[in-house]
């Protein structure tokens, strides 16, 4: 809801995620209730994969985390970044005075989302070496900014909605692929390293590190190999 055409579903949570929006879209497609998938996520999405999985075990065969992302509970608990001080308090933001500064950056940003995406330092080597993937988060981002004056920039805004899911270590899915980037500057790799310390015991595990310039984008093209990749460990 927000994000793209959709309409904004202002105070929802990422636990909600699975049956609100997830369970309706597979209905849609006609997907049987007894069918049984896999749920890969990346970057912000990886809270959402694994909320999916923490909703629907007995449905979610494999869950695939790409540049994983933790909430605030656990990094406070961890000791590692998160952004939950960044964003504001459902309390604040039932002020609309405080979102008008931040509306109105957004009204002009589509223009500046290359330079952005090259604010961070993997950006440029994306630029450089992955044209195709830059031209992807491109639209991507100006997809997200598309309904941002009421709908994803209030989320995204939204400490309570963006960092409340489920602990990632009551997964009861065993089959999980984590890969992560040791020079990502957007998600730090403290993130990936607790999951996989966390996860790793009673789970068939799958976990790929690499530092090659591209930080937070490493794996962000890699969703087929990552597919490949549990599907493989479910034989």
Known sequence: PGHGGGDPDNYRRITDWPITDLIPILQAENVADDQKFIVIGTSYGTSHAMATASALPERVLGVGLNAPYLPEKICREAQVWTDADMILREEKLEKPWILLPVLAIFGFVQGLIPTAICSY??????????????????????????????????????AETTQTWPDPRQIKVKNIALWYAMDDSIVPPDHGIWLELSLKKGRNLNVKREKNGLGHFTFLDTDAAMLRTLMEMLK
Not at 142 to 158: D, I, K, T
């Open 121 to 158: 330092p993997e950006g440029k080597k994306v630029v450089n070496e992955k044209p195709e993937l830059f031209e992807i988060l491109k639209k991507d981002a100006a997809r997200s900014f598309l309904r941002g004056v009421n709908g994803q920039v209030y989320e995204m805004l939204n």
